[in-house]
T-cell receptor, first 112, second 113 residues
């Protein structure tokens, strides 16, 4: 059983399109995250979300928006995709914010 | 402010040799410290973590790390490298836990047969 799963694993799309990446966790965790890993392997948090609070990294463009239909899902919507959005996006979850995060396998987004 | 520095973006060791991956951090408060491993085309897997208590932390796959406050370091070691250890290793620091992780830029470990 995959603890944190993301779909799709690969996503190739044209500039200007709108796309979504889905994330589901079956760990019963209460907090979920999105991280971006750039071409130099640098990982940076984009959002953290639980049922009470959404925390947004101030460097994230507002074209990116997380949406959580329920506690086990946190999807990432991206509008008007740009070349610079090409990266690997990781979903993660944790039980409370003060424990370790469990990561999904990543979604490699390529904008052409 | 928090930051993590991983010395050496690429480390090569012979199979059976000691693995030492360096991590130094800066944090204004006592930190939570983590090591994650990323195998090719896979997600990050937690190797070990330090929160409080014993400063020598043992993780999975024979890895361990020691929190040294005076040196602001959290180096990762393994006595004997195995071919399957070849991967990218990330050190991370947080003030509170998973919701505030700052990652280093990673160290790619190559194991030479």
């Amino acid at each position: 059983d995959t603890a944190v799963s993301q779909t799709p694993k690969y996503l190739v799309t044209q500039m200007g399109n709108d796309k979504s990446i889905k994330c589901e966790q079956n760990l019963g965790h209460d907090t979920m995250y999105w991280y971006k890993q750039d071409s130099k392997k640098f990982l940076k948090i984009m959002f953290s979300y639980n049922n009470k609070e959404l925390i947004i990294n101030e460097t994230v463009p507002n074209r990116f928006s997380p949406k959580s239909p329920d506690k086990a899902h946190l999807n990432l919507h991206i509008n008007s995709l740009e070349l610079g959005d090409s990266a690997v996006y990781f979903c993660a979850s944790s039980q409370f914010s003060n424990t370790e995060a469990f990561f999904g396998q990543g979604t490699r987004l390529t904008v052409v | 402010a928090q930051s993590v520095t991983q010395l050496g973006s690429h480390v090569s060791v012979s199979e059976g040799a000691l693995v030492l991956l360096r991590c130094n951090y800066s944090s204004s408060v006592p930190p939570y410290l983590f090591w994650y491993v990323q195998y090719p085309n896979q997600g990050l897997q937690l190797l070990l973590k330090y929160t409080t208590g014993a400063t020598l932390v043992k993780g999975i796959n024979g890895f361990e790390a020691e929190f040294k406050k005076s040196e602001t370091s959290f180096h990762l070691t393994k006595p004997s490298a195995h071919m399957s250890d070849a991967a990218e290793y990330f050190c991370a620091v947080s003030r509170t836990g998973a919701n505030n992780l700052f990652f280093g830029t990673g160290t790619r470990l190559t194991v030479i047969p």
